[in-house]
């Protein structure tokens, strides 16, 4: 999420990054609210240096009646403020985490992925002097991918990853663990639960909040519920791994390789790659 201070200096820069990323979100009124916000805690501020001096002049008064009068005028106009103070950060807190993250400049306008650009290539393309089949038709054939119970057993985008294919999962993430800690990492296995305040901390709530499963929510009929989310990257878990702590800079840069499965309602994507396993609802991920 933005620090607010940075949404109020630089605003034109902030709707600009909101409208390439087709979010509507009302800047002009987060600004509203924290301008209002400052002033009445320097208000209240000024009251409580007041207050001080009266506490101080007191004492050596030979009349105290008028300066105990003012003391409690002053108790009475902070205790007004203080709900409203609250009720203006509780707004600002409500609307900030819908600003989205800002975009490079040279991040193209767009509506869809067809808007896309392609930045950079690698190799070439293979040509082959055979019909290749995509994976779904492999995997059938070997026996290793099975689509069609994994929907009988748990619904679309779902599916069984079964011999090699899973010896072969395995293989690669070790491959990969054992690159990264080579190069620095530390090797995690995050919890893959996590609660709403770490999903709003890594800017994944509100805007995916659709998004993502959740677990036994509270509700009156079940208010000992867990409130917990299931992940949909060890982003999540991994970035909180130091949340709210001070680091040392002589500890910097920490590094992690995140391995966990991820979850993922895909409710945006109707219609989009719902053949194979390319789009799903459950997938192992390492996350750096």
Known sequence: ???????????????AGA???HVKVDIDK???????R????????ELRARQNKVSKEIPQAEDKTA??????????????????IEELETEIDRLAPSVPNPTLDSVPDGMTEEDNEVVKTHGEKPKFDFEPKDHIQLGKDLDIIDIERGVRTSGARFYYLKGD????EF????????????KGFTAVIPPVLVKE??????????ADRNEVYSVNPSTPENPEGDDLFLVGTSEVPLTMLHYTEILEEKKLPMRYAGFSTCFRREAGSYGKDTAGIIRVHQFDKIEM
């Open 38 to 45: 400052n002033e009445a805690l320097q208000k209240v501020e």
């Open 165 to 168: 294919a899973a010896l072969l």
């Open 67 to 84: 300066l105990l009068e003012e003391m409690g005028k002053v108790k009475e106009e902070i205790k007004a403020l203080e709900p409203e």
């Open 197 to 206: 305040e770490a999903m709003y901390a890594t800017g994944f709530f509100p």
């Open 19 to 21: 409208k390439k990323k």
């Open 1 to 15: 999420m933005y620090d607010v201070k940075f949404i109020v200096e630089d605003p034109e820069g902030v709707k």
């Open 30 to 36: 987060i600004i509203e609210l924290y301008e209002k």
């Open 171 to 182: 293989a690669i993430v070790q491959h990969i663990l054992h690159k990264l800690t080579a």
